[in-house]
């Protein structure tokens, strides 16, 4: 079964992407489209997000869809790129029509990555448009390409012994039928595990050139002076077509695949960030694609620091 744990993303029906990527500065953001609209969810999990409009998904709130997610760098100067996200899709005609105006509900959040690279360039309007511009239905690049460019991962002794994260994104189609993915920015305090293995497949590194292994040194000495510094932020999408309260539980339950893969994950330095889509196309089994979400983000996660195409 774990062959079929491919693709991306993209794969799923109503759902655009596209990635604006600054080599220079380190910095980017990806825009995840879904210009006719999807029911979403979110869950923050770590202690430390950067976030924008996760109120929308609050039961009893109004608003029912959204049209954007953006995932960027820049740590909090990098939610400027939402409004270049939200000035395309007007552009396009996409947004809720409240009679004068159509206004494109874009949702986003950020990593820290001002400590690799220019801590000046951050993500902007410019840049959120141009991955906006960009977004299509082919498969995204991975590894340090949008928001991932400057994503760094097991930082508990500083960037001298950090390794790069990445971006990456992963799908499934399940056998009913309907498709489950993740698209992830891997920045996380925590060492990357693969799960089947029980391996540290990348992260903090000590004078030896050896894995210090991050869970049992934090278990060792406190963690001290990473506060804001690190966060995985990701999206989960189906074609199932979910509630708003379903997203809501899809979001949290794919938390899991972070727990999987991430060690120690969900602290109070990371600002962990989930969003889940449902662009209701398909029929499809909760439970199923709750398990499957945890899959496909677990192996996203791997995908985006081993640099797997």
């Known amino acids: 079964m774990y062959e079929q744990f ?4 993209t794969d799923i029906a109503g759902i655009l992407a596209g990635h604006a990527t600054d080599e220079r500065g380190c910095t980017g953001c990806t825009a995840i489209l879904c210009p ?34 953006t995932l960027c760098g820049g740590s909090a100067y990098g939610l400027n790129a939402c409004g270049g996200v939200m000035r395309y899709l007007e552009e396009q005609g996409v947004g809720l029509d409240v ?40 498969p995204l690049a991975q590894g340090a390409v949008g928001a991932g460019t400057g994503a760094t991962i097991g930082k508990i002794l500083g960037p001298a012994g950090a390794a790069p994260g990445g971006f990456g994104t992963c799908s499934i189609t399940l056998p009913g039928g309907a498709k489950v993915a993740a698209a992830v920015a891997v920045n996380a305090l925590g060492d990357v595990y693969d799960a089947d ?16 292994n991050t ?17 995985t932020i990701g999206v989960i999408a189906t074609d199932a077509a979910l509630s708003r309260e379903q997203c809501n539980r899809l979001a949290r339950v794919a938390q899991d695949g972070l727990a999987l893969s991430i060690r120690p994950v969900h602290t109070l330095n990371d600002g962990d960030t989930l969003f889940a889509l449902s662009t209701g ?19 996203a996660v791997l995908r985006a620091v081993t640099r797997e195409k």
Request: proline share 5%.
């Open 36 to 69: 006719e609209g999807a029911v979403g969810g979110v869950d923050v999990a770590g202690g430390a997000p950067g976030t924008r409009e996760t109120d929308l998904f609050n039961p009893g709130n109004l608003v029912q869809k959204i049209h954007a997610v």
């Open 99 to 138: 009679g004068v105006a159509r206004v494109p509900l874009v949702c986003g959040a950020v990593i820290f990555d001002l400590g690799v690279g220019d801590p000046k360039a951050r993500p902007d309007e410019a840049m959120g448009y141009a991955a906006a511009k960009a977004a299509a239905s082919s």
């Open 281 to 299: 196309r398909a029929a499809g089994d909760f439970n199923q694609i709750c398990v499957a979400a945890v899959e496909v983000l677990r192996r």
């Open 6 to 9: 491919t693709g991306s993303i």
């Open 197 to 212: 293995t029980g391996a540290i497949i990348s992260g903090a590194k000590g004078p030896d050139g050896g894995f210090i």
């Open 215 to 231: 869970a049992k040194a934090a278990l060792q000495f406190p963690v001290e002076g990473q506060a804001g510094r690190n966060t």
